[in-house]
């Protein structure tokens, strides 16, 4: 079986934390770096997760930071949602080696055009580290396979406005360069996300597993499943797990060809992800929009991941 070569982009984060477990589990998939952008909280706090996750997987790729705001405007965090820390919950311990000293989009730069078969990345924050690799290094796109990423919504509605899902409404711009970019993209957003739970009883059979690995994610979905209980959610929704999985595993999604633009300079839709859904329209799709998810395979996916480890 030839894997597929991956770059991880990501803001740890609870789900992002999740989504390397899955991914580093899934053996169709080769990473090759993670790279970490400022996102649910600041880059040094992301970046600090980023290893320390890593390390309680008993995983040293290379690692590399990118970008502590986004392209054009202030970061915005979610500290409501994955607490001070960005990962509040476990005890994990700091991790005794370093990243690389280069940003984020040199070593992507340098895996993609080094790479003989072309490289799929997975960003799991918001877009920013892209953004900045595909304005400095265009010839990048020519040897990516696919973006798989986690951010937007089609059809339903935002999570951090009301138009707009958190990864694309911090850093618009990178988005829209993203979307117009021409590299295929698979989106992962709410439509999907949020039928992507973990339900509670599933929460417990990975509580059982024991080991690091499964404790690790156990305490991430008790802190990070509070907040969304509260809003009425019946488990956990796994975001960023959804984009490593439509990688790894796509016979698990319903997928539909779309048009979809990123709203800059709305008055009230900025961040938005506005897709064309008319049967007549002839706007040249640009994504393949995750719609529905079989979610009990899905978890039987996340829980073996766990087990992997075990
Ligand atoms: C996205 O926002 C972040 O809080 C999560 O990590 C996920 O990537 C969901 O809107
Ligand atoms: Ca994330």
Redesign the pocket.
Known sequence: MQKIPVIIDC??????AIALVLAFATEKLDIKAVTVTG??QTLAKTLRNAKKVLCCLGKQPPVAAGADKPMFRDLEI?AE??GESGLDGPNLPDPPWEELPMPAWELSRDIILQSRQPVTLIP??PLTNIGILFTAYPEVKRNIARISL??GSVMAGG??SAAA???ILVDPEAADIVFRSGVPITMSG?DV?HKALILPEELESIRALQGPVPRMVAELIDFYYKYHAAQGFPGAPM??PCAVAAVAAPELFTMRDMRVDIETKGAHTTGMTLADIRSWSDAKPNVSVCLDIDRPAFARMLISACKNYH
């Open positions: 803001d740890p984060g609870h789900d992002d996102g649910n979610a949602v994955h799991t924050g986690m951010g999570n951090w899902e958190f990864n709410l996300t975001h960023d």
